[in-house]
């Protein structure tokens, strides 16, 4: 065991083929790289393709071997600050959304009464896409793009 402070966290969003999905590759991330895990989201389709949203920390060196690990298997790896988006123009900062953040990603700053976006923080789930009075708040669905 390392007694390194394992302070590297990075959240991204996971697309796996058919052939993939059943396969160990999000366990071997914790085995064969010493990285640890949270599911923050997973599903897999009708189709057997399989999507999946991991909060991921260790080292950062790790977590590179990791990630180049997940390609050489064929997963796309999207970060998730591509996959959630929020139009400033369109935002009135009504706050709601905040109340569905359950990282705390969607916050309000009592100073300017804004709500406040952090990405970092954010695990894709799509609920303030779904509160949002004004659609400021859109997720990406497309599934192009990512840590290539």
């Known amino acids: 065991m390392k007694d390194v402070i394992k302070g590297f966290r990075k959240i991204v969003y996971l697309s796996f083929p058919p052939e993939v ?17 949270n599911i923050l989201k997973a599903e897999i389709s009708p189709r057997q393709d399989g999507a999946m949203t991991l909060e991921i920390s260790g080292l950062e060196e ?8 997940l390609k050489e298997n064929n997963v796309r790896i999207t970060p998730v600050a591509q996959k959630i988006f929020r139009d400033e123009e369109t935002c009135m900062h009504c706050g709601i959304c905040t109340a569905m953040c359950a990282t705390g990603a969607l916050f309000l700053d009592r100073a300017t009464r804004e709500v406040c976006f952090d990405v970092d923080k954010c695990s894709a789930c799509g609920m303030c896409t779904r509160v949002c009075p004004v659609r400021a708040m859109t997720v990406d669905l497309d599934n192009n793009g990512g840590m290539e």
């Open 21 to 37: 999905s059943g396969r160990p590759v999000v366990c071997n991330l914790a085995r064969r790289f010493d990285l640890s895990f």
């Open 62 to 69: 790790d977590f590179e071997k990791g990630i180049n690990y």
